[in-house]
């Protein structure tokens, strides 16, 4: 190498070194930036000019080092992780979110949920059968059923608020989607023209990869890299982005808007309506689960199948404090002996049986909790056998118990067990995805002692190329000015 050729050598060296410590300032500077990943240069050594001449002979060394570029220390393993656990954590934080809402509108087991309200309402018709020739037992005991009606529709209420709700949310949540798909198609555009021209995306790289894990929370989407630096995310197979396009999704035009409506609410393609988005994972995907309708086998949206089980309880109540009811007799006044037939609760149409019950009798003369149109003042067997049916002994012709206690804690059991379910299957998917987070960034994330260890190693690198190319310059001032004035 000629003397010239060290003068080169020795300034790749103060790039290369120069470039490295430009790179280890931008790591510390993004030390606390969200969704940065550290970056390193990447170096390789210059092999020696190939032996041209007559008389070239010897070894030959290099010609100093050349900037590859600036590697961005990614895994794209922890990534497809993070993506993974973060479309199944967003699944079932959704729905163990609205289910715990659901439950805690219950108020049970308490003194201010239905149960402790039925009981009250049993034991209402039970100190009206004995005590029928007064008027303050039937007073007490139709306030005490206006307060049950009235927890009945509110607990409904609740349910629909909550179906409500997650309508809204899942809307929130298409724009979210389709504004981050938008994006990463115009991060494939940037990416892919950068890379081309040789230059580095790394930044840009960054946001992108935020971006693909946010859709996957969202819908449980697939990330797929292409050799020209842009990555296709796909949802349910289909593309949602692919290269520079990006698909819009909505909800369907004529999903239900409110609990009451008929049919699903479903998610389809904005270019092609007729093709239905299809999802398993994801905060989307679990929304979705929770606003389908009931089914015969009970297994539909989750929301609706719970407004349902306020519905079968409230007609359950009706129908069988009606069929005992309705065999009773009112007071005998001076236009009869009593009547019989009435009803106690009524269900009103065009409403939810849940919300549309109200009590017939408005007073203890409406009352007819007498046996018999012959029977005294005092006979309260109706009130009696209603109170039993409360209490459990009444029986239906199979001689099964049909007390509608039973078919609330029935459904209020089931509800606390499906919640506690998904309670813990969150909490789970939930630890899962913070570790595969907590790995990416031990992998990604800038180490501060690191970073400073690596500047003391660029500036000494500097440092010494500095110090070799003031001794080649010296050496050629010996050569060029000295030359022959040796020893004069």
């Given at each position: 190498m000629s003397t010239f050729g060290g003068l080169n050598t020795a300034y790749t060296g103060l790039v290369a070194a120069r470039q490295g410590l430009n790179v280890v300032g931008q790591n510390i500077a993004n030390a606390n930036t969200d969704g940065y990943t550290r970056q390193r240069i990447s170096t390789s050594a210059i092999g020696a000019t190939a032996s041209t001449g007559v008389f070239s002979q010897g070894a030959r060394v290099g010609e100093g080092v050349a900037m590859d570029g600036i590697a961005r220390l990614a895994s794209a393993q922890l990534d497809a992780r993070v993506r993974a656990t973060a479309a199944t954590a967003g699944y079932t934080a959704v729905r163990a979110n609205s289910l715990a809402s659901v439950e805690d509108s219950l108020n049970e087991p308490g003194e201010d949920g239905i149960s402790a309200k039925?009981?009250?309402?049993?034991?209402?018709?039970?100190?009206?059968?004995?005590?029928?020739?007064?008027?303050?037992?039937?007073?007490?005991?139709?306030?005490?059923?206006?307060?049950?009606?009235?927890?009945?529709s509110e607990g409904y209420q609740a349910v629909s608020d909550e179906w409500s709700s997650v309508r809204s949310d899942l809307n929130n949540m298409?724009?979210?989607?389709?504004?981050?798909?938008?994006?990463?198609?115009?991060?494939?555009?940037?990416?892919r023209q950068t890379l081309a021209t040789g230059g580095t995306a790394n930044e840009l790289l960054d946001q992108r990869s935020a971006l693909t894990t946010t859709i996957a929370a969202l819908t449980g989407a697939t990330v797929t890299e292409q050799a020209d630096g842009t990555v296709d995310v796909l949802v349910g197979g289909n593309a949602l982005v692919s290269g520079g396009t990006a698909h819009q999704i909505k909800v369907e035009a004529n999903a239900p808007r409110v609990m009451q409506d008929a049919g699903d609410v479903k998610l389809v393609w904005a270019d092609n309506a007729d093709t239905a988005v299809t999802m398993d994972?994801?905060?989307?995907?679990?929304?979705?689960?929770?606003?389908?309708?009931?089914n015969a086998t009970g297994t539909g949206g989750a929301l609706a199948e719970a407004a349902e089980s306020y519905n079968s309880f409230?007609?359950?109540?009706?129908?069988?404090?009606?069929?005992?009811?309705?065999?009773?007799?009112?007071q005998a006044d001076d236009d009869g002996p009593g009547q019989n037939g009435n009803d106690f609760f009524a269900l009103a149409t065009g409403t939810p049986f849940a919300q549309g019950l109200s009590i017939v009798p408005q007073s203890s003369a409406d009352m007819a909790v007498r046996a018999s149109a012959t029977?005294?003042?005092?006979?309260?067997?109706?009130?009696?056998?209603?109170?039993?049916?409360?209490?459990?002994?009444?029986?239906?012709?199979?001689?099964?118990?049909?007390?509608?206690?039973?078919?609330?804690?029935?459904?209020?059991?089931?509800?606390?067990?499906?919640?506690?379910?998904?309670?813990?299957?969150?909490?789970?998917?939930?630890?899962?995805?913070?570790?595969?987070?907590?790995?990416q960034l031990a992998n990604s994330s800038v180490d501060l002692d690191e970073e400073n260890v690596n500047l003391l190693m660029f500036q000494h690198?500097?440092?010494g190329a500095a110090r070799m190319m003031t001794a080649v310059d010296e050496m050629l001032d010996t050569l060029i000015n000295r030359t022959g004035l040796v020893g004069r």
């Open positions: 039925l009981d009250e309402f049993w034991a209402g018709w039970q100190t009206l059968s004995n005590g029928t020739d007064t008027a303050a037992p039937a007073a007490l005991l139709l306030g005490t059923a206006g307060e049950l009606l009235t927890q009945i298409v724009s979210e989607l389709n504004g981050a798909a938008t994006q990463v198609a115009a991060l494939n555009v940037q990416i994972l994801g905060e989307m995907a679990g929304a979705l689960s929770l606003l389908g309708s009931t409230a007609t359950d109540l009706s129908t069988k404090v009606n069929t005992i009811y309705q065999t009773g007799f009112t029977s005294g003042a005092y006979d309260g067997t109706i009130a009696d056998a209603i109170a039993q049916l409360g209490a459990g002994f009444a029986t239906d012709k199979d001689g099964a118990i049909v007390s509608p206690s039973t078919t609330w804690s029935d459904f209020v059991t089931k509800t606390g067990v499906l919640t506690q379910t998904e309670l813990q299957s969150a909490a789970l998917a939930s630890s899962m995805s913070s570790g595969a987070a907590n790995q690198a500097y440092q």
